[in-house]
C-alpha cells in the first residue's frame, strides 16, 4: 500500500522544504503557504521516497523528505512511471499528473547542497482537481486502480482460535482479480474494537470498501450493526436492503439479519454474514454496483458516471 510520509513546505523557491504536521491543497492553486501555490500545471511536487534513498546511496548522505523541494513524499508508489493525466487520490485529494520531471536551474539551492537533483528525472508534478487536508501516513493511490477492499472478521471463537475462520478465504475466492484485499483482521465482538479499527482504516484512507464478516444476528455478542453506526458519516441502506431481498429467496432466515451499510469518508462499510456461503450470496447481488459506487467516491466520477476531465 503506498502512502504519504510527509507533506513539505517553503515560502520560497528552489529551497529545501521542511515538513509539516499536515498541509491543507487548495483546489486549482496548491498547498496552502507553499511558494509553489501559484494555479500553475505545476501546483503540487510529488517525489517517492525511494528515489531519495537511491540518492543517499550515490552520495552518501543522509538526505530528509523535503530535500528536494518536493511538496509530498511517498513511498511504495512508482511516480516517475506515471503517465501525465493520470489521476491520483491522496488521502480525500484528487490530482491528476501533468509534468514528469522538470530543468533543475544551476543555482538551485538543493543542487548546491546535495550535488545532485533527482527531481528532474523522478519528481512529478500536479494539478488539484480536489482539495482538502492531507496527514502523514494517509494513502495514495491512482483512481483508476482496482477497488481497495479491507476485511474484518468479527467472531470471538475466531480470535481466540477455538474456530478457524472460512470467510477470508470466501471472499478472496469470489472477488478474485476485480479487487485487491489489502488486509484482513480477525476481531472479537468487541463494539468498540471493532468500531476503532474500521475508523482507522477509513479516517487513512486505506481502502475503498471495508467488508465486515459476523456479528449481524440475534446474539448478545453481535455487535457490528451497531459499531458500524457508531462511526459512519452516511447510510447507505440500499446495499443492506438488497443483500436480505435477495437472501430472502434462499432462506426465511435471511429477515433476521441486521446488517447495515454506510459511508465515512471515502471509504464503504457493509457488514456481511458470518457464514461463508451467505458471504458469497451477498457478494454475488452487491458486487455489480461497487464498481461504479468505488469511482463515485474517489471523486473519478459523477453520480451519471461522467469522468472528471
Same mark, same amino acid.
Request: glycine share 10%.
Given at each position: 500500500?503506498?502512502?504519504?510520509?510527509?507533506?513539505?513546505?517553503?515560502?520560497?523557491?528552489?529551497?529545501?522544504?521542511?515538513?509539516?504536521?499536515?498541509?491543507?491543497?487548495?483546489?486549482?492553486?496548491?498547498?496552502?503557504?507553499?511558494?509553489?501555490?501559484?494555479?500553475?500545471?505545476?501546483?503540487?511536487?510529488?517525489?517517492?521516497?525511494?528515489?531519495?534513498?537511491?540518492?543517499?546511496?550515490?552520495?552518501?548522505?543522509?538526505?530528509?523528505?523535503?530535500?528536494?523541494?518536493?511538496?509530498?513524499?511517498?513511498?511504495?508508489?512508482?511516480?516517475?512511471?506515471?503517465?501525465?493525466?493520470?489521476?491520483?487520490?491522496?488521502?480525500?485529494?484528487?490530482?491528476?499528473?501533468?509534468?514528469?520531471?522538470?530543468?533543475?536551474?544551476?543555482?538551485?539551492?538543493?543542487?548546491?547542497?546535495?550535488?545532485?537533483?533527482?527531481?528532474?528525472?523522478?519528481?512529478?508534478?500536479?494539478?488539484?482537481?480536489?482539495?482538502? @487536508?492531507?496527514?502523514?501516513?494517509?494513502?495514495?493511490?491512482?483512481?483508476?486502480?482496482?477497488?481497495?477492499?479491507?476485511?474484518?472478521?468479527?467472531?470471538?471463537?475466531?480470535?481466540?482460535?477455538?474456530?478457524? %475462520?472460512?470467510?477470508?478465504?470466501?471472499?478472496?475466492?469470489?472477488?478474485? %482479480?476485480?479487487?485487491?484485499?489489502?488486509?484482513?483482521?480477525?476481531?472479537?465482538?468487541?463494539?468498540?474494537?471493532?468500531?476503532?479499527?474500521?475508523?482507522?482504516?477509513?479516517?487513512?484512507?486505506?481502502?475503498?470498501?471495508?467488508?465486515?464478516?459476523?456479528?449481524?444476528?440475534?446474539?448478545?455478542?453481535?455487535?457490528?450493526?451497531?459499531?458500524?453506526?457508531?462511526?459512519?458519516?452516511?447510510?447507505?441502506?440500499?446495499?443492506?436492503?438488497?443483500?436480505?431481498?435477495?437472501?430472502?429467496?434462499? @432462506?426465511?432466515?435471511?429477515?433476521?439479519?441486521?446488517?447495515?451499510?454506510?459511508?465515512?469518508?471515502?471509504?464503504?462499510?457493509?457488514?456481511?454474514?458470518?457464514?461463508?456461503?451467505?458471504?458469497?450470496?451477498?457478494?454475488?447481488?452487491?458486487?455489480?454496483?461497487?464498481?461504479?459506487?468505488?469511482?463515485?467516491?474517489?471523486?473519478?466520477?459523477?453520480?451519471?458516471?461522467?469522468?472528471?476531465?
Amino acid at each position: 500500500m503506498a502512502v504519504i510520509l510527509s507533506i513539505n513546505s517553503s515560502e520560497k523557491k528552489g529551497t529545501v522544504k521542511l515538513s509539516q504536521r499536515d498541509g491543507r491543497l487548495v483546489a486549482a492553486k496548491g498547498l496552502e503557504g507553499d511558494a509553489h501555490a501559484d494555479g500553475s500545471h505545476r501546483q503540487l511536487s510529488l517525489l517517492a521516497r525511494e528515489s531519495i534513498e537511491k540518492m543517499e546511496k550515490e552520495s552518501g548522505m543522509t538526505l530528509g523528505n523535503g530535500v528536494f523541494a518536493e511538496n509530498l513524499t511517498t513511498r511504495g508508489l512508482s511516480l516517475h512511471t506515471l503517465p501525465v493525466g493520470t489521476k491520483l487520490c491522496a488521502g480525500p485529494c484528487l490530482l491528476e499528473v501533468t509534468q514528469i520531471g522538470k530543468e533543475c536551474h544551476s543555482d538551485c539551492a538543493i543542487k548546491q547542497k546535495v550535488g545532485k537533483c533527482v527531481m528532474p528525472s523522478e519528481g512529478i508534478f500536479c494539478k488539484i482537481l480536489r482539495g482538502g @487536508t492531507l496527514k502523514p501516513g494517509q494513502s495514495i493511490w491512482c483512481a483508476d486502480d482496482l477497488p481497495r477492499v479491507f476485511l474484518l472478521v468479527a467472531s470471538d471463537k475466531a480470535s481466540a482460535g477455538i474456530r478457524k %475462520d472460512g470467510c477470508e478465504k470466501a471472499v478472496r475466492e469470489f472477488v478474485g %482479480d476485480k479487487c485487491e484485499i489489502t488486509d484482513c483482521q480477525i476481531l472479537p465482538d468487541e463494539r468498540r474494537a471493532i468500531a476503532d479499527c474500521m475508523a482507522d482504516v477509513a479516517d487513512n484512507y486505506a481502502a475503498d470498501f471495508i467488508f465486515t464478516c459476523g456479528g449481524t444476528g440475534f446474539s448478545p455478542r453481535d455487535v457490528t450493526p451497531e459499531a458500524t453506526l457508531d462511526i459512519v458519516d452516511r447510510e447507505a441502506p440500499g446495499i443492506a436492503e438488497a443483500m436480505r431481498a435477495y437472501s430472502l429467496k434462499i @432462506t426465511p432466515h435471511a429477515m433476521l439479519s441486521r446488517a447495515r451499510a454506510g459511508i465515512r469518508k471515502q471509504t464503504l462499510i457493509v457488514n456481511l454474514p458470518g457464514s461463508p456461503k451467505a458471504v458469497c450470496e451477498c457478494l454475488e447481488v452487491i458486487t455489480p454496483a461497487l464498481s461504479h459506487g468505488c469511482q463515485v467516491l474517489r471523486g473519478a466520477a459523477y453520480e451519471c458516471g461522467k469522468i472528471i476531465k
